[in-house]
């Protein structure tokens, strides 16, 4: 009888040791989350035949953007997001680079102000799994990544006339989970627009080709800058199996 007391003793300890751990689990357990969305402020600038300097002649941008998250290292974002963009030639450029002059005409000052609104999506890749840190993953409230992806850009106001074109977005960024549905990072992306007017003026393009070059496909074209703190809010939990 002492004997099966004992048994059932240390039965019930190992149920209940089971119990514990079972619960302890699924306390552990990282809720995922099927996507994000956000908002953005930061920096921006322009390089082209106005601006040669990163970072140089900087203003103000704004984003939304709304995050597809497959899983904790990849991702699918998109974005709308406008920014002002400035520049001047102080003097360097010719007046008529197709004249018959060797300098094609006397040095003139060109400047332009004008906005861009960029609407794309690009794919973010984390170089660690993207998670609160705790459960069995081993995923890191904290990581750096990098993107690609396509967009398009409507260059518009300072006098002059709307124009519109395909951007290439490549960057990198660093993102952390500063609660188990917020968080916060900066990013930086420079964007390859397939046009070269969003540098235009009241006045005309003079900045269009204003050495004579022959442009191509993203030769000889404008390109502009994002650079952004951000806030973004999980949602949509996604099914888990043990609920199921």
Not at 1 to 16: G, N, P
Not at 64 to 89: E, P, S, V, W, Y
Not at 222 to 239: L, W
Request: with cysteine; glycine share 14%; aromatic share 12%.
């Amino acid at each position: 009888m002492a004997r099966k007391t004992e048994q059932t003793w240390i039965r019930s300890a190992i149920a209940l040791c089971c119990l514990f751990l079972c619960f302890a689990a699924k306390a552990e357990e990282e809720v995922e989350y099927k996507m994000d969305m956000g908002a953005g402020l930061g920096g921006c600038f322009y390089l082209g035949d106005g601006n040669g300097v990163p970072f140089s002649n900087l203003s103000v941008m704004g984003a939304l953007t709304a995050r597809r998250i497959f899983n904790a290292r990849m991702a699918l974002k998109t974005n709308l997001a406008f920014g002002h963009i400035h520049g001047t030639t102080d003097g360097f450029l010719p007046t008529d680079a197709y004249s018959k002059t060797p300098e094609g005409g006397l040095p003139t000052k060109v400047h332009f102000s004008r906005n861009v609104l960029d609407l794309g999506a690009q794919f973010e890749l984390n170089f660690w799994g993207f998670g609160t840190g705790v459960g069995y993953k081993g995923n890191s409230p904290i990581t750096p990544y990098i993107l690609a992806g396509i967009g398009i850009t409507v260059g518009m106001g300072g006098g002059a006339s709307a124009c519109a074109g395909m951007n290439i977005p490549v960057g990198l960024g660093v993102k952390y989970k500063l609660k188990p549905r917020v968080n916060i990072g900066f990013e930086w992306t420079m964007r390859f627009s397939t046009t070269d007017k969003l540098d235009a003026t009241p006045e005309g393009t003079q900045l269009k080709d204003p050495y004579g070059i022959k442009s191509g496909f993203l030769k000889n074209k404008d390109t502009y800058s994002f650079a952004m703190f951000f806030i973004t809010y999980d949602m949509f939990p996604k099914r888990r199996k043990c609920n199921n």
